[in-house]
C-alpha cells in the first residue's frame, strides 16, 4: 500500500478505481505481498528447511490457497470444513496437519480416509476415539500430541493459547503419561509434539522458554518424534507502535534445539503470511457530529471485519487520497450495525474527511474474510487479488437473494 500522485494503491491498481468498479465494501489481497511473505518466512529457516502449513482459518478464501499450495506449502486446518477447503485447493493430504480439541467421530474419520500426515490429537480422549476408529479401518494412523508448555506468548488474552488456563493441549505430566500409554500401540503411530502458545506474538523470548520446555519433556521420555511441530502465532505490525517480530533470534533458537535433537521441524503460520496482503475498501457513508467528536459512518461494519469488535485490535486507516487538510475533529470510525462495538478506530488529526469518500482499512488479510458473518442479514463482500495492474475476482459478492 503506497500513495502514487497522492493516491492510495494495492499494487498499481488505486483503491478509487476498485471502489468505482466493485462498489464497497470490498476485500483486496496483494499478490506481490503474499509472495513476498512466503519467500520471506522461508528464507528465515531455510538453514533446516522446515514443513510449512498455512494456518487456513486465518484465511479460508480457495482461490488464495491455491496460490499459496503453488509456494510448495501445506496446510494447517481445524475442522472438516478446513481440510475439505485444502483438498479441493490441489494441497496434497501429506501436507496437511489436523489441529483443535474437539475433533468429532466424523471429522476423524474424514482425516484417515484422507491420509493426511498428522492427526494432532489434544486430550486421551480424543486419542482413544482415534485408536478405536483407526481398529475399525484396520488402519495405523499418524497422530501428534499437543503438549501445553504453560508458556505466556505476551499477547492479547483471547489468542493466548500455550498458559495451563488455556483449553488447548495437555500438560507435561499427561504428556509423559500419554506417550507411555501409546508408543507401542497396533494403531496408532506417534510421530510428533505439538505445540501452539499463540498468535500475534511479537517477541521471539516466550518462543525461547517454550523450546526449553519441550527440551525438558524429550529427555524424560523415551520416545523418538520424527515432528517437532511448533505452531505458528508470529506477529505483524499493525500500527507503527508494534514492533518487528525478531526471526533471525527465533531461528538461532530453533538450530540451537535441533543439534540436541534432530527432528523434522513444522511450521503453521497464518497471518504471517497473509496479514498485511489484506486491505478493506469502504465508503463513508454520513459523518455525524456528536458535540465532542464526529462519527464516520462507513458502509463497512463489524460483519465485515471482526476484529476490532473481538479482540479491541487496532487497524490502520486511510484515505483514498491525500490532502493536506487535517480535522481538528477526533474521529470515530464506525459501522451500521446495531451494536456500540461496532467501531474501527478513534483517531485524531486524521486527514478531513467528506461523505462519499473512500477509505482504506489496512493489515486485514488474516481473520477478516474468515470471521466475517451475515449479522443484521449484511452480505458478506466481494473478494479481489492485485497483481500489478491487473483484478482478479476471488469471491462473488453475496446477494441477499442468496442469502435469504
Excluded: W
Excluded at 119 to 130: R, V, Y
Excluded at 162 to 169: A, H, P, Q, R, T
Amino acid at each position: 500500500m503506497k500513495y502514487i500522485k497522492r493516491k492510495l494503491t494495492i499494487e498499481k491498481v488505486s483503491v478509487e478505481t476498485i471502489a468505482k468498479k466493485f462498489g464497497t465494501p470490498t476485500y483486496c489481497y496483494s499478490y506481490g505481498k503474499l509472495k513476498n511473505n512466503i519467500n520471506n518466512f522461508k528464507r528465515n529457516f531455510k538453514s533446516f528447511s522446515p514443513l510449512i502449513c498455512f494456518a487456513v482459518k486465518s484465511n479460508t478464501n480457495i482461490n488464495l490457497l491455491k496460490e499459496i499450495k503453488k509456494f510448495g506449502l501445506g496446510a494447517d486446518v481445524v475442522s472438516v470444513g478446513e481440510m475439505m477447503v485444502a483438498l479441493k485447493a490441489g494441497i496434497k493430504p501429506n501436507k496437511i496437519v489436523f489441529s483443535g480439541v474437539g475433533k468429532t467421530s466424523h471429522e476423524i474419520r474424514y482425516a484417515i480416509e484422507k491420509k493426511i500426515l498428522l492427526i494432532n490429537a489434544e486430550s486421551e480422549s480424543e486419542i482413544k476415539e482415534i485408536e478405536k476408529i483407526a481398529k475399525i479401518k484396520k488402519k495405523k494412523v499418524q497422530i501428534g500430541i499437543r503438549l501445553n508448555p504453560n508458556t505466556d506468548a505476551k499477547t492479547l488474552s483471547q489468542i493466548s493459547t500455550g498458559k495451563k488456563e488455556n483449553k488447548f493441549g495437555v500438560n507435561s505430566k499427561s504428556f509423559i503419561k500419554l506417550v507411555e500409554l501409546y508408543k507401542n500401540s497396533k494403531n496408532i503411530e506417534l510421530k510428533c509434539l505439538s505445540v501452539h502458545i499463540g498468535s500475534q506474538i511479537l517477541d521471539y523470548k516466550p518462543y525461547e522458554k517454550m523450546l526449553n520446555v519441550i527440551m525438558k519433556i524429550l529427555n524424560k521420555v523415551n520416545h523418538k518424534f520424527e515432528f517437532i511441530d511448533l505452531g505458528g502465532g508470529m506477529g505483524i505490525s499493525y500500527t507503527h507502535k508494534n514492533k518487528v517480530f525478531n526471526y533471525k533470534k527465533y531461528n538461532f533458537a530453533i538450530k540451537k534445539f535441533l543439534n540436541n535433537y534432530k527432528s523434522k521441524i513444522i511450521f503453521e503460520p497464518g497471518r504471517a503470511v497473509i496479514g498485511n496482503t489484506g486491505i478493506l475498501v469502504s465508503k463513508v457513508i454520513y459523518i455525524k457530529n456528536s458535540g465532542k467528536k464526529n462519527f464516520i459512518i462507513l458502509d463497512a461494519a463489524m460483519n465485515d471485519l471482526m476484529r476490532p469488535a473481538l479482540y479491541g485490535s487496532k487497524h490502520k486507516i486511510l484515505p483514498s487520497s491525500k490532502s493536506n487538510r487535517i480535522s481538528k475533529e477526533i474521529y470515530e470510525f464506525v459501522g451500521p450495525i446495531c451494536e456500540s462495538t461496532d467501531k474501527f478506530r478513534t483517531l485524531k488529526n486524521f486527514q478531513k474527511l467528506k461523505e462519499k469518500e473512500i477509505i482504506a482499512i489496512c493489515d486485514v488479510g488474516a481473520y477478516g474474510m474468515s470471521l466475517s458473518s451475515n449479522y443484521n442479514v449484511r452480505t458478506k463482500p466481494l473478494e479481489l487479488i492485485i497483481k500489478g495492474s491487473k483484478i482478479k475476482i476471488i469471491k462473488k459478492r453475496q446477494k441477499h437473494e442468496e442469502l435469504i
